[in-house]
């Protein structure tokens, strides 16, 4: 009966060709939003981790508090020692300090009086010290615009929006203004040594980066950064052992009633980050969602026209003796089978797709403009395991729902008048 | 003939609805029809012949009166008995073929046995059996579209004999064939009907197809007019 059901699909056109496209397409989109969802939400996290949390973080309580005011006389001091400590106890981390401040940079015309002024928010990285892996981290030499990387005290970068708006080139030079460790004000002389884009509004709109000595100078920060980061070495985050790590080194400080004790946080404690991370599921749940509604409706009316083009067919099946119940589920078994055979053609061009948006990418820098979110301006497919099955959840449900409603009409007709309707 | 009531059928009445009011079809149908009849129902259109032949198909039932077809009575079947009672012992045959077009002849023919989930071999050998009947083993895997009407006709009574039913109903079976064809699907059943045994049961009103009727029934206005046993010694 099977092989009878599976020929009847496979050489009536009619039957199939439309709800086999119509079940492709929306497999295909299905599974291009997933990987593309996907792939933003990779990059995102890749891109929050390098610049903002590390895979583990360590602030003091104080300043884990107001991190967002950047308060730098809440930094932790001692780096050097701490930072030791945890190379010594934690070799399976790259551990890095980083300060992260506000400052208004000034730069000033031929006699001297300011050209252009602005706020930006300075970050200063390991640029300087050998076997540093900070500048890759910021993928800095993919960023560069124009000039190169500091390679010397008092040089720093600077970010593509504040150079275009002052009409900045590298080698020229700007005062910094800031406030120290212990409140005073605070100004240092430096030059431009490259125009970055890191692609994220939220950095490329004003920035400029600084080796942490320099930071520590300007600032004057003696041993003391705002935080220390974790990498994992192999580049990858693992909850658990980051989850442990942060355990452990919280519990040596536990009893601690100090302000200024430092605290460990994992990438995902962060605060938004569980958020993060349900985003794209319910982002792809919705688009299913959407998918399912839609093609049902679609492959409904298929179904409606295919049954009344097949008026004849069950007819006869009934005067042969079969049941209305089973010719119902031969209809839901022949959806089944259609929406399997569009999902698997679906999926085949969407990850063909998703593989030319996972090398390519496509530029939504454009949306991004205002956004405070860590997100990247390229935004790429990435194609998981997930992806493949992805499709059929859509596909086949929404092929066994058009049937389904559509089949019901079955139920309707009087065998009494099997072919009447045709016999005009 | 003494053989045993296949179809007894008393006081039957079959009332449709027409807009507010009713339309009596069939009225006060009283009528028995044995083992191996070769039997017409014959009249003007409308007279209710196919009113008839469905409810003796089990497709329909009476309004009043009771249908008992094979010792069940028709009314009080559920739909899966009725639809039992049709895979099983009544064969169809349609005035416009009603193959199914995406199929071959074989798979055609093959379809009430699918239902029976009878097993491929029991299948190809009753398939090819029925085939042998209507002269067509040689078109197992043609197409309907590939066929003449006569063709599909045969194919038809193929379909309705392969599971050898103790019944077949032909709903004016000559109506869309010439003249050679109706003689010889007539004469295939009537061969059929000899060889097998079976009933069969026509709504017709052609000429051809009546002068190899053992038996007529003439309806006029739901009504039977006449039931005559015909004598056929004589013609030939
Ligand atoms: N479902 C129905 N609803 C209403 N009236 C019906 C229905 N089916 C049949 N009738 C009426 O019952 C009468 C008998 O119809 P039936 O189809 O049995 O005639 P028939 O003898 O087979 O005619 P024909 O030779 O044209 O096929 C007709 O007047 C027809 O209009
Ligand atoms: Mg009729």
Redesign the pocket.
């Known amino acids: 009966m099977i092989k009878f059901l599976f020929k009847g699909v496979i050489r009536d056109r009619g039957r199939s060709v439309l709800p086999i496209i119509v079940v492709s397409i929306g497999a295909m989109f299905t599974v291009i939003l997933h990987c593309w969802i996907n792939g933003i939400m990779v990059e995102s996290l890749t891109m929050n981790a390098n610049f903002n949390n590390g895979h583990v973080k360590i602030n003091t309580r104080a300043y884990a508090k107001e991190a967002s005011q950047m308060p730098i006389d809440l930094a932790i001091i001692g780096v050097n020692k701490l930072t030791k400590e945890l190379k010594l106890s934690n070799p399976d981390f790259d551990w890095v300090h980083r300060t992260r401040f506000g400052a208004l940079i000034d730069f000033p015309d031929s006699i001297g009086e300011t050209r252009a002024q602005g706020p930006v928010t300075g970050w200063a990285i390991d640029l300087f010290s050998s076997g540093s892996n900070e500048a890759d981290r910021f993928n800095i030499s993919e960023a560069l615009v124009s000039g190169k990387i500091p390679a010397k005290s008092s040089e720093a970068l600077l970010s593509i929006d504040l150079a275009q708006k002052f009409n900045i080139k590298p080698g020229e030079e700007f005062t910094l203004f800031g406030t120290s460790m212990d409140g005073s004000m605070v100004f240092r002389n430096f030059s431009v040594s490259g125009i970055v884009r890191f692609g994220s509004s939220a950095i490329d709109r004003g920035a400029i980066i600084i080796d942490i000595s320099d930071a520590q100078l300007a600032l004057q920060m003696e041993d003391a950064a705002s935080e220390i980061l974790g990498f994992f070495n192999t580049g990858k985050y693992n909850d658990e052992i980051a989850n442990n790590i942060a355990a452990s080194f919280n519990k040596k400080y536990a009893s601690s009633m100090d302000e200024f004790a430092p605290e460990m946080i994992t990438f995902k404690q962060q605060e938004g980050m569980a958020d993060l991370l349900n985003i794209s599921e319910t982002m792809s749940s919705i688009f299913i969602f959407v998918f399912v509604f839609a093609m049902s409706v679609v492959l409904w009316n298929a179904g409606l026209l295919g049954s009344l083009r097949r008026f004849n067919e069950f007819g006869v099946r009934l005067a042969l003796g079969e049941g209305k119940n089973h010719i119902y589920k031969t209809i839901i078994f022949e959806g089944v089978f259609v929406g399997l055979i569009g999902t698997m053609i679906g999926t085949a061009i969407g990850l063909l797709f998703s593989y030319i948006l996972q090398e390519k990418g496509l530029d939504i820098s454009g949306m991004m403009k205002n956004s405070t979110l860590m997100m990247p301006a390229v935004a790429r497919a990435s194609i998981t395991p997930s992806a493949i099955y992805i499709g059929f959840i859509p596909g086949v449900l929404s092929m066994v729902l058009g049937s389904a409603l559509a089949g019901i009409r079955i139920y309707k007709r009087?065998t009494?008048?099997l072919f009447?309707e045709l016999e005009v | 003939m003494e053989n045993r009531s296949l179809i007894s059928i008393s006081n039957l009445s079959k009332r449709?609805?027409?807009g507010n009011g009713e339309?009596l079809?069939l009225k006060n149908i009283n009528l028995s029809i044995a083992e191996g009849e070769f039997t017409g129902l014959v009249?003007?259109?409308?007279?209710?012949?196919?009113?008839?032949l469905n409810i003796i198909g089990s497709l329909d039932i009476p309004s009043d009166g009771t249908a008992e077809v094979l010792g069940k009575s028709i009314s009080t079947l559920s739909h899966k008995q009725a639809a039992m009672l049709r895979n099983l012992n009544i064969g169809f045959i349609f005035q416009t073929y009603n193959l199914l077009p995406v199929y071959t002849v074989f798979e055609n023919v093959e379809f009430a046995l699918l239902l029976q989930k009878k097993t491929f071999a029991e299948r190809k050998i009753a398939v090819m059996e029925a085939l042998d009947w209507v002269g067509l083993t040689d078109k197992v895997k043609s197409k309907p579209s590939q066929l003449s009407g006569g063709e599909c006709q045969r194919v038809a009574i193929a379909r309705a004999m392969v599971k050898r039913p103790q019944i077949v109903l032909a709903?004016?079976p000559s109506a869309n064939l010439d003249a050679k064809n109706s003689h010889h699907i007539v004469q295939t059943m009537k061969r059929l009907n000899k060889e097998l045994k079976t009933t069969f049961i026509f709504?017709t009103?052609d000429e051809k197809v009546m002068q190899y009727l053992d038996r007529i029934i003439s309806?006029k206005d739901?009504e039977i007019e006449k039931d005559e046993f015909v004598n056929h010694a004589k013609n030939e």
């Open positions: 009087k009494a008048s009447k | 449709f609805k027409v339309f079809a009249g003007p259109s409308g007279s209710g012949k196919t009113t008839l709903d004016e709504a009103h309806l739901g």
